[in-house]
């Protein structure tokens, strides 16, 4: 079974610090996003990647950045963490090769707060 | 871009009703359209999908109807169970599009004894 795992369930850091949070999938995957959960809001496409060293902004970039220095790995990268991204954070990935497997496979997700 | 509303945003029913929920789409463009289910403190997971040369699909208890002209699509679960409560997402991209989906706004589903 596909594993899509993020690093840290929980995250508590503080205003202005820089915070990584980290993914890695086992399919061999060539697709991963990065999406922002909020109540009321759904989930909203932060970043994503088709390829290694590439990246797409998705709907709300702004504050993030990311980086895919090998396939199995995206990393989100706030700057400097703000309280208004409070938030969870769920990494996904899909190989959607041949345009048949649409599939998204998440992972747990981060739960950040930002005090 | 495209953009996916969702409805109801909560939805209560007694087990073993029908249970209904709703999306629209912008892009005509748009002809794959997967649903997720989110159980509390766990990761979204694929239940159903649909795409635009198909009106309805079934898998069990769960359905999911598309009409292309109105841009809708709809899940339909039935003879609802308590597992069944949920926050449920809709979802539209494009063939071809590398999985990059546009979500609704999630509908937080209660099955109720």
């Known amino acids: ?115 | 871009g495209e953009n996916v509303e969702q409805h109801p945003s909560t939805l209560s029913v007694q087990e073993g009703d029908s249970a209904v929920i709703k999306c629209t789409y912008s892009d005509s463009a748009s002809n794959y359209f997967p649903w997720y289910k989110q159980e509390l403190g766990k990761r979204p997971q694929l239940i159903i999908d649909i795409r635009s040369n198909v009106g309805e699909k079934k898998d069990q208890r769960i359905a999911v109807t598309l009409n292309k002209t109105a841009k809708h699509f709809s899940l339909h679960i039935t003879e609802t169970q308590p597992e069944d409560s949920a926050v449920y997402f809709c979802a539209a991209s494009f063939t071809g599009g590398g999985n990059k989906l546009t979500f609704g706004t999630g509908t937080q589903l209660k099955v109720e004894l």
Request: charged share 25%.
């Open chain 1, 1 to 115: 079974d596909v594993k899509v795992t993020q690093s840290s369930r929980y995250l508590v850091k503080r205003t202005g610090e820089k915070v990584f949070l980290e993914c890695v999938q086992d399919m061999d995957h060539e697709n991963m996003f990065w999406y922002r959960q909020d109540p009321g809001l759904g989930l909203r496409l932060i970043y994503f990647s088709y390829d290694v060293k590439m990246k797409e902004k998705g709907d709300i970039p702004e504050g993030y950045s990311v980086s895919r220095e090998k396939k199995e790995r995206f990393s989100l990268i706030l700057e400097s963490a703000s309280t208004n991204q409070t938030s969870m954070y769920l990494c996904a990935s899909g190989d959607s090769a041949g345009t048949i497997n649409e599939k998204l496979f998440f992972g747990s997700g981060t739960q950040l707060s930002v005090l």
